[in-house]
């Protein structure tokens, strides 16, 4: 989650009418960006500098005129959640049932809902137990976390940050095992935001170490990757997709960079991919009160970019690829702590 504990820089870059600011980072501004994907060091994310200019190639794609998606349902569970850091993070979608689970963060617990907004109920508590969450994040007591991420087989782990470690759960819930501590040796959290799996792999995102750790099912660490900013996802073919201030990098299963894609708004927020394998990013203000600004599609194989003028936070494309889930902390066009489901042009 992205809000106050972050440093912003100052680049600002336009995107069809959507103003959004360069964010994180020491690098220095470049005087250009490559208009086609380029290779990087496998080890680092960050290795290029801040895009000042937009990618020909992005400037010259078809996009949208920033339309405003059709709002579905909003919905809320059970619990009342607590004053001015009021918050839902990080939607996830359950395999076998199709159920949307999305974090109450100063809860410390998930509301479950159907696919249609029924509310089903919620899993977990507050605590340091097995079952048991912490999603206040470590590193910025006022900001809330609570990243989930399903396997084909319905399993799920959980970034459980204040406790700093992973939580394993089988595909009925079932807590399995727990693994990390505190600190900055391998294995260990300092600010474990943000998760993926293919099932195979667990990719594990620390805001603090500003690494992503890879670990196998049973966490035992496999390799580390370093980059600085968390938002990540994994596609059907088991590729990792990870985003920075510079755009979005694609490794494969090994940890190997395949391709890097530079975009003109570096302040994306969330990552997820769909079927057909384009990405999607919110856009942030990377200054307060941070309200979202604007969803964007990307496409790697054409560099097209649809943008739309409907966001939150946290997103997680739905299994029938016509509609978008999106969570936020209370912000302008956020008043209140909600799961929204839009509907999302299939072309």
Known sequence: MIRPDHSTAAVGVAVLSIV????GGSASPSASTPATPTERPAASLVATAHATVVPPAVASSTASSAAALKLL??????????GHNADTYWPAIDPLTGNVWVAVSFEGIYWIFSPDGKYLGSFGAPGSGPGQFNFVRTACPDCGAGAIAFAPDGSFYVADDGNNRIQKFDAAHKFVKAWGSFGSADGQFADANS?????????????????????????????????????MTVDRAGNLWAADAQGISEFDATGKLRKA????????????????????????????????LGLVRFDPATNKLDVFSTAGETLAIAPTQDAIYEANFVS????????????????
């Open 332 to 347: 302008p066009g956020w008043p209140a702590p909600v799961l929204r489901k839009y509907a999302l042009p299939t072309k």
């Open 261 to 292: 894609y530079p975009l003109p708004d570096s302040f994306r927020i969330s990552l997820a991919t769909d079927a057909a394998g384009r990405l999607y990013y919110n856009l942030q203000d990377p200054n307060s009160p941070y309200a979202a």
């Open 20 to 23: 959004v600011a360069a964010c």
């Open 73 to 82: 349902w909003e919905t809320a569970g059970d619990a009342k959640p607590l």
């Open 195 to 231: 998760i993926a799996t293919d099932g195979k792999q667990v990719y594990v995102y620390d805001d603090v170490r500003t690494d992503t750790q890879v670990f196998d099912t049973d966490g035992k660490l496999l390799r580390k990757i370093a980059n600085e900013s968390g938002w």
